[in-house]
């Protein structure tokens, strides 16, 4: 499971930041699209660890130490609370 933050941005639309993958940061315009996206990019990034043999960040470690053949990301999200 990777945590994945979505916030309202001042000049509209939402970002989507991870503290598990570095690198993964998404703007949506609405909440769902940036969560989409989110989920596109981490799948991307996990790609591209593989491919180039770098050092996977650990939350990506223990997702893939479960012996499948399908890779299922849960991405709780947190959102911002209207004032």
Known sequence: MLNVKVEALDEGG????????PGL????RTQAEAME????NARILMEVYL????????????????????LTL?????LPVPA
Request: charged share 20%; glycine share 2%; no cysteine.
């Open 51 to 70: 491919s180039e043999k770098l050092p996977l960040p650990t939350a990506l470690r223990r997702v893939l130490k479960r012996k499948t053949k399908t």
């Open 37 to 40: 996206l989110a989920q596109s």
């Open 14 to 21: 939402f970002l989507a930041t991870s503290p598990d993958v």
């Open 74 to 78: 849960s991405l709780p999200v947190f």
């Open 25 to 28: 940061v998404v703007q949506g």
